[in-house]
């Protein structure tokens, strides 16, 4: 999500910007309109609720994925340890940053390796989508999944993010044609993900023929990357710019059930305002398979590992109550669990 230059200051902004300002999009994720239905009786043992399933070949202990943030900065490189190491410690799944900026100056990319200590977790390494239509293509793509040996690729969609920056990438055109050739070419699977905005349906169909293999709706109602830069215009006329899409884009709630009625053969990863293991729960019963954040866990690692992994095992704890009190003993038993819109 970044511009290459300069590179370092711009990804210290953002993780400033994100801990010291507010962020928070204007609307809300809806999710907190659903809820589940009461069982008094759930003919389960609290003990042997089963929040673990295999994604990509590799099994998770919960239905967790610490989103996508950052890296190419010590600063970042400190953050991306400390995540990887409570991923690996909990068996939650994490997504890297954009590492366009190792791509271009290799000697950042130990800011995004966090094999050493993650050696089994999920991996997911990331792109600007929009990058295929400034020069790169499959072996960039290849670069980035080799450089932390990851598990799939996420391509990222931060159109209105990209229009907001004074010299952003905002050539969009044509670039379905050449997520096409990735997802053919690639090793790995490919995962679609916006920022915060979610996907409209016709995204989705796009992106489906494509051949994506899952999509991250990372919808409206978290971190709002307007926000973000509106705090980081440089004159008055970017920021009023910025500020009039606080409320813009599709919740989460709704862009999860646009996959997951428009391609119910799409895998779907749910992010955009999650902030317990509730919402998380109530992302699968909508359909997804994994529940992501970023924001909270930003928060939770500059504080401590020890915060991380403590933050990873409430929400874990959470989404084990919630299954509990709501009948499901599986996950798959919580994706049939039909949940009551108020
Ligand atoms: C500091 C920070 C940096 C981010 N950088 C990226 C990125 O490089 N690539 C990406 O796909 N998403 C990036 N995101 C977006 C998140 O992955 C996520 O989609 C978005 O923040 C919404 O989730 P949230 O409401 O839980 O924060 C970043 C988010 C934060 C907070």
């Given at each position: ?10 990804k210290?902004?953002h993780?400033?910007i994100?801990?010291?300002?507010n ?8 999710l907190e309109?659903?809820?589940f239905?009461?069982?008094a009786l ?14 990509f070949?590799k099994?998770l202990?919960a239905p ?7 890296g190419g ?6 953050i ?6 409570a991923a ?14 190792a791509?271009e100056?290799p000697?950042?990319a130990s800011?995004?390796q966090?094999?050493?200590?993650a ?8 792109l600007?989508a929009v990058q295929?239509n400034?020069g790169y293509g499959i072996?960039q793509?290849r ?5 932390i040996e990851?598990?799939?690729?996420i391509?990222?969609?931060n159109?209105?993010q ?23 070419a ?6 679609a ?6 996907f409209?349906e016709?995204d989705v ?7 994506v293999?899952a999509i991250?709706?990372?919808g ?5 990357w307007?926000?973000?830069?509106m705090?980081r ?9 910025a500020?009039?899409?606080v409320?813009?884009?599709?919740p ?9 009625h428009?391609?119910?053969?799409l895998?779907i ?12 729960a ?8 994994l529940?992501g954040?970023?924001s909270p ?5 500059v ?8 933050t990873?095992?409430f ?14 003993g ?6 049939n669990?039909p949940?009551?819109?108020?």
């Amino acid at each position: 999500m970044e511009k290459v230059t300069p590179i370092g200051s711009r990804k210290t902004d953002h993780i400033r910007i994100n801990l010291e300002e507010n962020v928070r999009s204007g609307i809300t994720s809806g999710l907190e309109k659903y809820r589940f239905s009461h069982r008094a009786l759930p003919e389960l043992n609290l003990d042997e609720i089963d929040l673990s399933q295999v994604f990509f070949e590799k099994k998770l202990s919960a239905p967790i994925l610490i989103s996508s943030m950052t890296g190419g900065t010590q600063e970042a490189a400190r953050i991306n340890r400390t995540l990887a190491e409570a991923a690996e410690a909990t068996g939650v799944a994490m997504g890297l940053g954009s590492q366009r900026a190792a791509i271009e100056q290799p000697e950042l990319a130990s800011t995004f390796q966090v094999r050493k200590v993650a050696p089994r977790i999920l991996l997911f390494a990331n792109l600007g989508a929009v990058q295929l239509n400034y020069g790169y293509g499959i072996d960039q793509c290849r670069r980035a999944v080799e450089m932390i040996e990851a598990d799939a690729l996420i391509l990222h969609f931060n159109a209105l993010q990209e229009a907001l920056q004074p010299e952003g990438d905002t050539r969009f055109a044509g670039l379905l044609s050449k997520i096409e050739s990735i997802c053919q070419a690639l090793p790995v699977p490919v995962i679609a993900k916006e920022v915060g905005w979610g996907f409209s349906e016709k995204d989705v169909i796009g992106l489906s023929q494509a051949g994506v293999t899952a999509i991250d709706v990372a919808g409206a109602g978290g971190t709002s990357w307007s926000q973000v830069e509106m705090h980081r215009a440089q004159n008055k006329a970017q920021a009023l710019l910025a500020a009039e899409f606080v409320d813009w884009g599709v919740p989460t709630a709704d862009a999860i059930q646009i996959v997951h009625h428009t391609a119910p053969h799409l895998k779907i990863i749910a992010s955009g305002g999650l902030r317990s293991g509730l919402d998380i729960a109530k992302c699968i019963a909508l359909g997804a398979s994994l529940g992501g954040m970023a924001s909270p866990f930003l928060k939770a690692a500059v504080q401590s590992l020890e915060t991380t992994v403590a933050t990873i095992e409430f929400m874990r704890q959470e989404i084990r109550v919630c299954m509990f009190a709501s009948g499901a003993g599986n996950l798959s038993a919580l994706q049939n669990t039909p949940l009551i819109r108020t």
